[in-house]
């Protein structure tokens, strides 16, 4: 498990970002599943919503039900895709900086992969996200690890992020960007929160009396942090 801890250094901040709908415009999961999905990829996404099922188990039945080769998968992501427009920019400029920075994500290494090359970022820290193993048209998620059982009441994860965050060195301040449902664990426990404008984890923040600011492109993310650092 020591592939899941942060690296210790002599920064003060470390940033940590969720990849899909905060990163990428489109949740790329979502998107997979509405291209190569049926009717049922509806009704999972609807327990999930609802805490019926847990995101692990959401993406073990939508990926178990996906007729998609690797090739398809490939051109799908290329074509169809796309990052925040400002992303690259604010990648840019937290490594002049000399900013430690990592992309947590519930989804998949593979298209995070593709994209950023897609993008040309010149991508220098750590992605910790789940695999995707593909036989033939056949596609089975790997996870980062294998947690069974969950404090939370979302349920397990492919990808704990309350684990990766509990895990950081004490003396860091945690800057947490996200969106999404495998958000929710982290929001109370980080130091500083971004949250997207009209996302689930801001109906959840709000819900939740949870202190954060909101952003609707990593323009502001980038003025936010800027602030926040002098």
């Known amino acids: 498990m020591d592939k899941l801890k942060l690296k210790e250094t002599k920064k003060e901040y470390i940033i940590l970002s969720d990849f899909d709908g905060t990163i990428s415009v489109q949740d790329v999961n979502n998107a997979i599943f509405d291209r190569f999905g049926d009717e049922k990829s509806e009704v999972i996404e609807e327990k999930l919503i609802n805490n019926l099922i847990s995101d692990r188990e959401a993406l073990k039945s939508h990926y178990s039900r996906l007729k998609m080769t690797k090739n398809k998968f490939e051109s799908f992501i290329k074509n169809n895709i ?40 010149n991508y220098q820290d750590e992605i910790f996200a789940n695999q995707l193993i593909f036989d033939n048209e056949q596609v089975k998620p790997k996870f980062l690890h294998d947690i069974q059982t969950c404090e939370e009441i979302f349920g397990p994860c492919g990808n704990c992020k309350y684990r990766l ?55 502001e993310v980038k003025e936010i942090i800027n602030g926040l650092l002098k």
Not at 171 to 185: E, H, N
């Open 165 to 219: 965050l509990s895990q950081h060195p004490p003396s860091k301040s945690i800057i947490y960007i996200g969106d999404g449902l495998t958000d929710r664990c982290v929001a109370g426990a980080t130091d500083f929160l971004l949250v997207k404008k009209n996302s689930i984890l801001k109906e959840y923040c709000k819900k939740n009396k949870i202190k954060h600011k909101e952003f609707a492109s990593f323009k």
């Open 82 to 121: 796309y990052l925040d427009p400002y992303f690259k920019e604010f990648y840019e400029t937290i490594k002049e900086s000399d900013i430690d920075f990592a992309i947590v994500s519930g989804g998949f290494l593979e298209y995070i992969k593709i994209l950023l090359e897609k993008e040309n970022i």
